[in-house]
């Protein structure tokens, strides 16, 4: 079964904030939320992760609801060049094994 | 560093022939990985080693074998080519994960694209 639901597609325009949602209600104490992108079938890239405090680094902010059931990515200012297949994974940090789901296609737009 | 390189990068196959992917990582990383990523969907994990000389079974190991005889090189062995192994194959690998927190991203190599007709 899925850990993480995420919707299939999103477009968001050049310049703007990309706010990309990720579902994972049946979370463990001891799992992460990690997000790679997936360039046009280039090899996934590592972004993002977190336990429950949000998270920032230069490439996007994480942000975790209390309850850790759902979490945003946020792409504070989207390029063209982030166009790609964002994928939210939920693991323990131990064995670092990636379950990948189907992701978001995301389209940014000029 | 160049990373994760693999080889071929395109490669068409016979049903029931055999082949091997080739994997190097110049990171001196403990862990490797061996994923597939079919048209449309998320990878899979195939096999995977946490270090020299050990290897684990993935998520859909049937049809493939693996060997880690250095710390740098993690071979795909496909024994009897199907058109199910159609496919593009991700090599990815990580340093030791030390404990609760801490996380080692994997760095993954740019793929193989293999047919079997």
């Known amino acids: 079964d899925a850990k993480t639901t995420q919707p299939t597609s999103m477009d968001c325009a050049e310049g703007r904030a990309a706010n990309l949602p990720c579902n994972h209600s049946t979370i463990s104490g001891n799992e992460y939320v990690y997000w790679y992108r997936q360039i046009h079938s280039q090899g996934p890239q590592y972004i993002i992760h977190g336990l429950k405090n949000n998270e920032t680094n230069e490439m996007a902010s994480l942000i975790i609801t209390e309850d850790r059931k759902s979490s945003t990515l946020i792409l504070p200012h989207a390029t063209l060049r982030d166009t790609a297949v964002y994928y939210c994974?939920?693991?323990?940090?131990?064995?670092?094994?990636?379950?990948f789901g189907g992701g978001t296609r995301v389209l940014v737009k000029p | 560093n160049a990373g994760v390189t693999q080889t071929p990068k395109f490669r068409i196959l016979k049903i029931g022939q055999s082949m091997t992917l080739q994997c190097t990582q110049d990171m001196n990383h403990n862990y490797m990985y061996w994923y597939r990523q079919d048209p449309g969907m998320g990878l899979k994990l195939i096999y995977y080693?946490?270090?020299?000389?050990?290897?684990d079974k993935g998520e859909v190991p049937n049809g493939y074998n693996v060997s880690r005889s250095t710390t740098e090189d993690f071979p795909l062995r496909l024994e009897l080519a199907a058109p199910s192994q159609t496919s593009v194959y991700f090599c990815a690998s990580s340093s030791f994960s030390t404990g609760r927190g801490t996380y080692n991203e994997q760095f993954f190599g740019p793929g193989t694209r293999l047919t079997v007709l």
């Open positions: 080693s946490v270090g020299a000389g050990i290897t």
């Open positions: 994974i939920v693991e323990k940090a131990a064995g670092n094994k990636l379950t």
